[in-house]
Structure formats: structure tokens, C-alpha cells
């Protein structure tokens, strides 16, 4: 199934929609099924609303941290590279996402960017 058009409140081809939902309207799609041959009509609707506050302490998983590992940890080294790291030169550390790092339980080997 294909969406071929996503239409916002107020668009042409939303009246009905706005009039049926109000204010809890997000959007109108129209999709199309080939296999059946047949266009859908779907809506997004708002069903709760809540008072909500990023939590700011929250790294996230596709920041890239850095760890630090000792010379002689070799297979943690192989390890981070299988991972996608990078072995930064100038600052002697592994980078990786974060995500990769809280997985392979070393939280506690993480870097500040200035305390290296």
C-alpha cells in the first residue's frame, strides 16, 4: 500500500474530516492498494493530551560518546570497531554511539570531550 497524498486541516479534501473531528484532526492520507485496487481514506487523530517536560539528563542513542579503553585491551578494541567505533588519535579514545556503549556495559568508561 502506497500514501500518495497527506493533507493537512483545511486543505481541500479535508472539510468533511475537520467538520467530523475537530480540533483533534491532525492530517488526512490517502493510500492506495494496488493488489485490491482500492483508495483508502485514513485519519490521524489526537486521542489524550498530557503536560510533558524533555528529561534533559537523556543522551541520545546515536550521540556519539567517547570511551576510554587501556593499550592492552585488544579484544575490547576488535570489539569496538565491529561496533562501527572510531579510534580517535589525537584524544587516545574510542568514539561510538552511545546506544553501542550503555549495550556493551561501558557507561562507566565514558569521557567527558574535556577531561580526556
Do not use: S
Request: aromatic share 6%.
Amino acid at each position: 500500500m502506497r500514501t500518495k497524498r497527506k493533507l493537512l486541516p483545511g486543505d481541500p479534501g479535508t472539510k468533511k474530516m475537520a467538520a467530523k473531528y475537530g480540533e483533534r484532526l491532525i492530517c488526512v492520507r490517502y493510500r492506495y492498494d494496488a493488489q485490491r485496487g482500492k483508495k483508502i481514506k485514513t485519519v490521524e487523530l489526537i486521542e489524550e493530551e498530557q503536560d510533558w517536560r524533555p528529561d534533559k539528563r537523556r543522551i541520545p542513542g546515536n550521540k556519539i560518546v567517547k570511551v576510554k579503553i587501556a593499550y592492552g585491551e585488544i579484544e575490547l578494541g576488535k570489539l569496538m570497531r565491529r561496533m562501527g567505533g572510531r579510534w580517535n588519535r589525537e584524544e587516545k579514545v574510542w568514539e561510538i554511539p552511545y546506544l553501542h556503549a550503555v549495550n556493551l556495559g561501558l557507561q562507566d568508561r565514558i569521557v567527558e570531550d574535556k577531561n580526556v
